[in-house]
């Protein structure tokens, strides 16, 4: 099963602007992943945000955790052709199954 | 190795075969997990070893699927009376602390 779901589920955007992502799960859990996967193949680690964090930022990516909503959000900022590709949010509940959950992803397209 | 390598990245086989995939992880890593990808899905978690004992296998969607991890390191996921519904990409990541590494996965496709 799938304990989180990403909306939109697909979004296509003109290079340079702004692409959000969000992601709801269902349980409590002990921290959150962002990770991207070009071309249905190996997933790549984009940011972890803990629970007990708000916001975390990497270069252009901006991460925002709502415990209390249980929702995350990724906004990657003046977005790049490159960054066209699957992005999924993963979850490590609080219970103890010390496994990542993903949610179904959002497609970004981002045209040239 | 520098990284998580899944042999083979492609497979293709036929209904009621036999299939071995396996996974060589980051040297010194204690956990491996299995996933599975369907087009258009996120990954589902299928088995995870802490060092060499299957400390959770209740994704793996029936008997027909089973996973050894004999010295921890290496996995090999096995699968036997292949279907065509079992057609898809396999991925394999390891950990240490935080975070996954993941392998390129094998696509396993079943004719």
């Known amino acids: 099963s799938q304990q989180g779901e990403e909306d939109p589920q697909a979004l296509s955007i003109q290079e340079g602007e702004n692409a959000t992502m969000n992601c709801s799960y269902k349980t409590s859990i002990n921290n959150l992943q962002w990770y991207r996967q070009n071309s249905g193949r190996g997933l790549v680690h984009l940011i972890l945000?803990?629970?007990?964090?708000r916001e975390k930022h990497s270069g252009r990516l901006r991460v925002t955790l709502d415990t209390s909503k249980k929702s995350s959000s990724l906004l990657i900022t003046a977005s790049r052709a490159a960054d066209t590709a699957s992005y999924f949010c993963a979850t490590w509940a609080t219970s103890g199954t010390y496994k990542y959950i993903f949610g179904t992803g959002t497609r970004l397209k981002v045209l040239a | 190795g520098a990284g998580v390598s899944q042999t083979p990245s492609n497979k293709v086989t036929e209904k009621g075969k036999y299939v071995e995939l396996r996974c060589d992880p980051i040297s010194g890593h204690t956990a491996l997990y299995w996933y599975r990808q369907s087009l258009g899905q996120g990954p589902e978690f299928l088995i995870y070893f802490q060092g060499t004992g299957a400390a959770d296998d209740s994704g793996l969607p029936n008997d027909r699927f089973f996973a050894v991890r004999p010295e921890g390191s290496v996995s090999t996921l096995k699968i036997q009376r292949t279907e065509r519904g079992d057609s898809a990409v396999y991925l394999c990541?390891?950990?240490?602390?935080?975070?996954?590494?993941f392998g390129s996965g094998t696509r396993l496709t079943v004719v």
């Open positions: 990541a390891s950990s240490f602390h935080d975070g996954y590494t």
């Open positions: 945000i803990r629970s007990n964090e």
